[in-house]
């Protein structure tokens, strides 16, 4: 499913929804709250045309077309506004791309795998090279983003990994993702690793990367359309620094700087590159 547009006014919406249905395209009203209603799209592969067509709507929603659609649909419809609610999972594609999906599900699978008996064994496999010889271990430099050792923790890091990476991955594609993902998990494991050895995991290096690197693009190059909200900027610069100071939880906070550090430096490079083809 794809998320057209949010719209206040579902009478209306619905006219545009039986228009599509008689171009044989199926559209979906769902609540969002607040007076909300999404459109979303159920066949991704009419997107394109489904978009224009909303956009000619929203012109002239008036246009006697849309009427005569609803005339036409309402005998065979047999409940003008049954809303339903979106699956999870649903939701959840909507936001994201595959790789974003990919990383995610793996995160889940080895943290269950964590819980019932193999957690020893999961970090031997996956942690950040320690031992002569495991340099050579490539995945290593990367799966240690793939750990988790709490339910709050994967949680937080997952949250965050489906809300930045989700919209740098549907503006500028899986492979920039990929390129964050692998970069900052190496910086960000180096650094965590020469200031307090390989005993650390999480994706949370990353995810500071995702906010460095957002922060800067939406600056420097908003034509890109990505970018972040200062609250949120500030709330992550804030904890940040919080990891640093407070006394209590065991926080990879070196991780958290460089990969706030290598995203700053990714979203220099790519501003720069973006606003010279302008």
């Not at 719209?7 to 039986?18: G, K, V």
Request: aromatic share 12%.
């Amino acid at each position: 499913m794809h998320k057209l547009i949010s719209l206040n006014h579902p009478r209306m919406a619905q006219a545009f929804i039986d228009y599509m249905a008689s171009r044989q395209i199926d559209i979906k009203m769902m609540p969002e709250g607040e007076g909300q209603f999404a459109l979303w799209l159920t066949d991704s592969q009419h997107q394109v045309e489904a978009e224009a067509e909303l956009q000619q709507f929203l012109d002239n929603p008036n246009a006697s077309k849309y009427q005569a659609a609803s005339w036409d649909m309402a005998e065979t419809r047999q409940n003008h506004f049954k809303y339903q609610s979106p699956s999870m999972l649903a939701m959840v594609k909507a936001k994201a791309g595959p790789l974003t999906l990919l990383v995610m599900a793996s995160c889940i699978a080895i943290f269950v795998l964590q819980q019932f008996g193999a957690g020893n064994a999961v970090f031997a496999a996956l942690h950040f090279p320690a031992f002569s010889g495991q340099e050579w271990q490539i995945w290593r430099w990367f799966s240690h983003a793939l750990l988790h050792f709490s339910v709050m923790h994967i949680a937080f890091n997952l949250l965050w990994w489906w809300q930045l990476g989700g919209d740098i991955e549907q503006k500028l594609g899986s492979g920039k993702v990929l390129q964050l993902f692998l970069l900052s998990a190496a910086l960000s494991g180096i650094g965590q690793f020469w200031v307090e050895g390989a005993n650390f995991g999480g994706l949370s290096g990353v995810v500071y990367a995702l906010v460095g690197y957002l922060w800067v693009v939406g600056y420097k190059a908003p034509q890109l359309g990505l970018g972040m909200p200062k609250p949120v900027i500030g709330f992550m610069l804030v904890w940040l620094v919080l990891g640093f100071v407070q006394p209590f939880l065991a926080i990879a906070n070196t991780a958290h700087l460089v990969g706030l550090l290598s995203g700053v430096l990714m979203g220099a490079v790519d501003a720069g590159r973006a606003n010279s083809r302008r």
